[in-house]
């Protein structure tokens, strides 16, 4: 299941995010989301873990826990919905 994590301190980086979902279960992977032109955290981060009960409970358990001095949200991630890629108008 892939978890969504917001309201994250700009501070806290993967190995922190991975060490709290951790207690939970498995974690196949924890990544906060950075900006590409500064490379500073975004302020949430997605964390995947591969059993789905494990990740229930985390997403129970971590929602409103505070981390880095931050309370967080924690919820499913949500399917992006496909945008058409490139921009601007169609060729005439």
Do not use: W
């Amino acid at each position: 299941m892939n978890i969504f994590v917001g309201n994250l301190s700009y501070v806290t980086e993967d190995d922190g995010l991975r060490a709290l979902f951790e207690a939970y279960g498995e974690v196949a992977s924890a990544k906060v989301i950075r900006s590409r032109e500064s490379g500073r955290s975004r302020g949430f981060a997605f964390v995947e873990m591969p059993n789905d009960e494990e990740a229930r409970t985390a997403i129970a358990e971590a929602d409103g826990k505070e981390l880095d001095g931050r309370p967080l949200k924690v919820s499913e991630a949500h399917q992006k919905a496909d945008r058409p890629s490139g921009g601007g108008d169609p060729p005439s």
